[in-house]
């Protein structure tokens, strides 16, 4: 005996992300084909979640490690497929530049501070590396070689995953950090943690200052501990809109509990690299591109 024949209020919904058929992948460089819009997550009364793929074509050596991209915006706004300002015009772009180089790229969305307060976007990505792990077969990619990149805002979301990934999701190996926040609880620098009309504040559902442990929980330096991946945490001298002490703050608390971490400290380079020359961001990118494939390139 068959059950009973599926109603249409069941048949409308496209197919959850889990088992949904992936989309075909298009070409974009030599080596390199990407998949677009690739949704990930399905939230009750919320937009589908969605994210970009670049991936190196095979090179017979197996699957190819992963760079989890998270992007900036002062967690209000923001493309998952933007890597900041002075990355924007590169031809070919930056993420096709690092599959090129034998690491698969995933850009993903999470839930901006106009939709969901903390830890809404934290879980957003936890739930992106779930997915990936779960499909990582059909993209021929190694989720336990994962290295977490973010700018800005999404520097400081990936610190938080490369600290406290979650119990179902891949622990990353590493953590590249461009000019992040660590620290929602301390006024450093414009910060002003009593301020309500801050991007923090925004993130947070109130000032930080009147949510202490909301803004602890989101903050990076409270999570540190001597299991830490290694980190490398980038940031301008000349910062104005996110001081260096940020991390500053967080290198030494995780060289202070055993983990590795590198600070590079950029002389007279502001927010999102402003006031440097192309030469010296695209050495940046470079170095950052080096340290993630120490950490997941099977060579030699």
Do not use: K, N
Not at 56 to 72: I, Q, T
Request: glycine residues 10%.
């Amino acid at each position: 005996m068959t059950g009973a024949a599926p109603t249409v209020r069941e048949l409308i919904p496209a197919p959850h992300p889990d088992v949904a058929p992936l989309p075909p992948a298009a070409p974009c460089a030599p080596g390199v084909r990407v998949l677009r819009g690739v949704p990930y997550g399905e939230l009750a009364g919320s937009r589908a979640l969605e994210l970009d793929l670049w991936l190196p074509e095979s090179s017979g050596a197996g699957p190819a490690p992963l760079v989890l991209f998270v992007h900036g915006g002062a967690w209000r706004r923001g493309r998952r497929d933007d890597m900041g300002m002075r990355t924007r015009d590169w031809q070919p772009g930056p993420f096709t530049r690092l599959a090129a180089a034998g690491l698969a790229v995933a850009c993903a969305d999470y839930r901006l501070s106009g939709e969901a307060a903390f830890p809404a976007p934290l879980d957003d990505l936890r739930a992106a590396l779930r997915w990936l792990a779960l499909r990582s077969a059909e993209l021929d990619i190694d989720t336990g070689r994962t290295v977490v990149w973010g700018e800005s805002a999404g520097g400081h979301l990936a610190s938080l995953l490369a600290l406290s990934p979650g119990p179902a999701t891949p622990a990353p190996v590493g953590a590249v950090v461009w000019y992040a926040p660590s620290d929602l609880t301390t006024h450093r620098g414009p910060f002003d943690p009593h301020d309500a009309g801050t991007p923090e504040a925004l993130l947070l559902g109130a000032a930080p200052a009147v949510c202490p442990e909301r803004a602890r929980d989101a903050s990076p330096l409270a999570h540190v501990h001597a299991d830490a991946p290694p980190f490398l945490l980038v940031h301008g001298d000349a910062d104005t809109m996110v001081s260096c002490t940020h991390s500053e703050a967080l290198a030494d608390a995780l060289r202070a509990a055993g983990a590795p971490a590198e600070l590079r400290r950029e002389p007279g380079a502001d927010h999102g690299w402003y006031g440097l020359t192309d030469d010296r961001v695209a050495d940046l990118f470079t170095y950052s591109l080096r340290f993630a494939r120490r950490l997941v390139m099977r060579e030699g």
